[in-house]
């Protein structure tokens, strides 16, 4: 008597936080595509990549934010989608988010380019985190997708107990930073979601944004009135030399130039700005440069560097 083994399942991340649960679940090798974005953890740009960005990345901030929201009030999608490649990969289950517009290609990009499929459609899971608790849910509920439930359990507790940790030796700090966090530039947006979560568990204090809420547009003034004792920039879809790049170009601003605290730039683009497992070492950054006295990783001239040193 034979019995048969269940294939094991074909899946499509087109979401780098997603792509890293997917690895950390043991279960990179069900990937069959990804999104061009998609580049941890190592050997997986080997996956084809099925998006690509109608908007030139390497434009500066102000002109990307102009015609991100010139192609938002135009309904006109963001991202490329290869739906015949993925078509031929043959997925069972596809990964996206509703979380952002901006941030990777949505359920309604999905919807247009799997209109023209015959025959059994792929499931869409797709992802919309504003916590960390939402974090540890979505990771548990790809776990279950995937049939690796155990391991999703086993992976948010690890990240659970590392956190908590961090944030016990951070009680112990003397001081609590006031900590503006900047996910854009031009024009500046504080960091809200999971960043206010994390400034507290570091010790410190945030100053725009608020925990589980969508990151808010700021007002010169108000930026000229906050007076922070240090300024974290991790623009969104940025790594540590393109931010530092960005934020050199901004410095001579109005608004930035009435800022008197120290400025540190970190890899959002790895860490901050990605929901999945290396939130954890987002933790560390954020720890280590608020509290190098009490927390030190290794994470400097890698994960961030210090700007200047008001």
Not at 7 to 32: D, F, H, K, N, Q
């Amino acid at each position: 008597m034979s019995i048969a083994l269940r294939a094991p399942m074909r899946v499509v991340s087109l979401l780098p936080s997603a792509t890293e649960i997917i690895a950390a679940l043991g279960a990179a090798g069900s990937l069959v595509a990804r999104s061009h974005a998609c580049d941890f953890p190592a050997g997986i740009k080997a996956v084809p990549a099925v998006t690509s960005p109608r908007i030139d990345p390497a434009r500066p901030s102000a002109a990307i934010n102009t015609e991100i929201r010139a192609r938002i009030e135009a309904a006109l999608s963001i991202y490329r989608l290869d739906a015949d490649t993925i078509r031929t990969q043959a997925p069972d289950l596809i990964v996206t988010q509703t979380l952002c517009d901006v941030c990777a290609v949505t359920p309604a990009d999905l919807e247009a380019a799997l209109a023209q499929w015959t025959g059994a459609t792929p499931r869409i899971l797709a992802l919309n985190p504003v916590s960390l608790a939402d974090v540890f849910s979505d990771i548990e509920r790809i776990a279950d997708t995937l049939g690796r439930g155990e391991a999703g359990i086993s992976l948010t507790a690890q990240m659970r107990a590392q956190m908590e940790e961090i944030a016990r030796r951070c009680a112990g700090a003397n001081t609590r930073p006031r900590v503006l966090t900047l996910e854009w530039l031009d024009p500046p947006m504080a960091g809200g979601n999971w960043m206010p979560e994390l400034v507290a568990m570091a010790g410190g204090e945030n100053v725009f944004g608020e925990a589980g809420k969508h990151s808010p547009w700021l007002e010169p003034d108000a930026i000229a009135g906050c007076g922070p004792d240090m300024v974290l920039v991790v623009p969104c879809g940025f790594g540590l030399a393109r931010a530092r790049t960005e934020l050199d170009a901004l410095a001579q601003s109005g608004w930035w130039r009435s800022l008197k605290g120290r400025v540190v730039v970190a890899d959002g683009d790895s860490y901050f700005n990605r929901p999945g497992p290396r939130l954890v070492e987002s933790l560390e950054i954020l720890a280590e440069i608020l509290h190098p006295e009490l927390c030190d990783f290794g994470h400097r001239g890698d994960g961030y560097v210090v700007w200047n040193d008001a």
